[in-house]
């Protein structure tokens, strides 16, 4: 059963994604909202705080908060697959490969990887019944057979090589821009051809450090958004100059 607080934060985030809450607008009080839910204003506090950490809310002067946005939000305070981060937030998702093959690594791959052969899948997400994100992932060679084995409409790839073999994906590399949808990408999340992307590519590995995939993920404007905190101590996001002559990247299938 849902804490308390877990309720109160679905009720208002309900109200953030109908537009009762419009962005710009402010939630009501702390105390208000104890009163119209029955509940201690530390209940409450504690369900604000984690639309704050979904980026739907943001502080301001006072008790009230401020609605950012209605795109669910993903932090990178922690390490959470897709799945993963959108059955934490209550959305219904789901996954459907549509194009799986073996290949030798690419050069750029054996060092990301290990040399070899990998396991190239392009894969399509949806949030709340729309195509939200594309993902393109190669798989090292020692994982593959365990992604083959999964059913085309898995959900969490991640939990089910977890429940399976106990696989943890415990560290991972981002690196976050803007590219233009090309043909596929376009088909594929209902937008226009040349429409913007966030890009988020990423790299992730075992707690001992062994490549597990290396992944070209492409989010559907206006469908999720990225929170990242940091402070004046500790700043794990980096800013970083791109090579416009290069920024395209390796493309994997056709993008």
Known sequence: MAARYELIADDLREGILSGAYPV??????????ARRHGAARGTVRQAVAVLAAEGLVGSRQGARRIVLGAAPS???AELHSF????????HRFGGQVIEQRRRPASAAETARLGGGEVLEVLRLRTLEGEPVLVERTVYAAWVAPAVEALPADCESVTQALYDAAGLV????EHLIDAVAAGAQDARLLGVRRGSPLLR???T???????????SDDRYRAGSVAFSIRNSIGANPLVRQAIDLRSASGEHMFES
Do not use: I, K, M
């Not at 994906?169 to 991972?172: D, L, M, P, Q, V």
């Not at 450090?209 to 290396?214: A, K, L, M, N, T």
């Open 204 to 214: 992730t590995t075992t707690h001992e450090g062994r490549p597990v995939e290396s």
């Open 200 to 202: 988020q590519r990423r």
């Open 83 to 90: 799945a993963q981060w959108a059955r934490a937030g209550g």
């Open 74 to 76: 993903q932090s990178f």
């Open 24 to 33: 710009g607008s402010q939630l009501p009080s702390e105390a208000e909202l």
């Open 169 to 172: 994906c415990a560290y991972g």
